[in-house]
């Protein structure tokens, strides 16, 4: 069984990068997207981004991809060895305070979720 | 991007009955759809995808339908797990986007 799992800090000050890490158990990290999402405290749910790596060894193996609506405050990076693949949002301001979910994709949308990390960005 | 549009927002239903929620596409989709069922605290889970097939390990009492731009979520004779929060997802392009949200609560 896939499982996923979110680390990182619960409270980030405005201005300043929001770091979270998810680990990867149970599964292949290879040949699948690996995504972000997040939900608001109203409860909308919005796809910030997904990393993916066909486990090709030469440079084009790998591919990004992220919402435009965070406006290239987002980079999101893929470590296969350690089956780990991390967020980061820069500049943050109160409107990025939500629980963030990394989660699972391939043909079908998103299949397995992590359980969640709720993130505050204090002003 | 796409928006989808969820109806109706909230819903009161007992249990035994029948229980559908709409879920519209601002252009056409295909059979790009899923369905997610979440309650409070947890992430969502997948019930639905590709519109009409269960999720391993979801029962048979739910089932999708729909083609295009609108969709339908039926659930057949509710059952007391089943009240929670029910959402749409588009696949078909990104960035993939979320229905608001159906709130399925006991009357």
């Known amino acids: 069984q896939v499982q996923l799992q979110e680390l990182g800090p619960g409270l980030v000050k405005s201005s300043e990068t929001l770091s979270l890490l998810c680990s990867v158990s149970?599964?292949?990290?290879?040949?699948?997207?690996w995504n972000w999402i997040r939900q608001t405290p109203g409860g909308g749910l919005e796809w910030i981004g997904n990393?993916?790596?066909?486990?090709?060894?030469?440079?084009?193996?790998?591919?990004?991809n992220y919402n435009s609506s965070l406006k290239g405050r987002v980079s999101i990076s893929l470590d296969t060895s350690k089956k780990q693949f991390s967020l980061s949002l820069d500049s943050v301001t109160t409107a990025d305070t939500a629980v963030y979910y990394c989660?699972?994709?391939?043909?079908?949308?998103?299949?397995?979720w992590g359980q969640g990390a709720r993130v505050t960005v204090s002003s | 991007d796409i928006q989808m549009t969820q109806s109706p927002s909230s819903l009161a239903a007992s249990v035994g009955d029948r229980v559908t929620i709409t879920c519209r596409a601002s252009q056409d989709i295909r059979f790009d759809l899923n369905w997610y069922q979440q309650k409070p605290g947890q992430a969502p889970k997948r019930l639905l995808y590709a519109t009409f097939t269960l999720h391993s390990g979801v029962p048979s009492r739910f089932s999708g339908s729909g083609s295009g731009t609108e969709f339908t979520l039926t659930i057949s004779s509710l059952q007391p797990d089943d009240f929670a929060t029910y959402y749409c997802l588009q696949h078909n392009s990104n960035p993939p986007t979320f229905g608001q949200g159906t709130k399925l609560e006991m009357k």
């Open positions: 990393t993916y790596h066909s486990g090709s060894s030469t440079h084009d193996g790998g591919t990004t």
């Open positions: 149970g599964g292949p990290i290879v040949a699948y997207y």
């Open positions: 989660a699972r994709s391939l043909s079908y949308g998103f299949d397995y």
